[in-house]
Nanobody, 127 residues
C-alpha cells in the first residue's frame, strides 16, 4: 500500500522557521516527482513546491520562492520542506503528494496531476 506520511507541523511565530518531512513507502517506480501542497480553511488546495525523483530539479510557487526549500533523501525515502521567514498567510494544512506525470508538467501546479496524497500536517503562523 502506498503511504505518504507528513510530520513536523506546528505553531510558529511570524518570521520563524519550520521543517516538514514526508515519509514515503510503497511508491511505484513510475513516480516521477514529489511535491507539497497546502490548503487553508475555505480555500482551494494550492501548489507549494515539487522535486523530481532524482532530486535534480525543483519548482516553487511564486509565493514561497526564496523562503522555502524542497529536498529529498533517496536513501531514506524522505521529502522535506524547509520553510523560513514564515508569514501569517502560510498558515494551512500541508500535504505531501506524488505524481507519475513527467517533471515537465509540474509547473502547472495542479492537484489533479498527483496520484497519491498524505493526510496532511497543520502549520500555524502567529501574526
Amino acid at each position: 500500500q502506498v503511504q505518504l506520511v507528513e510530520s513536523g507541523g506546528g505553531l510558529v511565530q511570524a518570521g520563524g522557521s519550520l521543517r516538514l518531512s514526508c515519509a514515503a513507502s510503497g511508491l511505484p517506480f513510475s513516480i516521477r516527482s514529489l511535491g507539497w501542497f497546502r490548503q487553508a480553511p475555505g480555500k482551494e488546495r494550492e501548489f507549494v513546491a515539487a522535486v523530481n525523483q532524482r532530486g535534480a530539479g525543483t519548482v516553487y510557487a511564486d509565493s514561497v520562492k526564496g523562503r522555502f526549500t524542497i529536498s529529498k533523501d533517496n536513501r531514506k525515502n524522505m521529502v522535506y520542506l524547509q520553510m523560513n521567514s514564515l508569514e501569517y498567510e502560510d498558515t494551512a494544512v500541508y500535504y505531501c503528494a506524488a505524481t507519475r506525470q513527467p517533471f515537465t508538467v509540474v509547473p502547472r501546479g495542479s492537484p489533479v496531476d498527483y496520484d497519491y496524497w498524505g493526510q496532511g500536517t497543520q502549520v500555524t503562523v502567529s501574526s
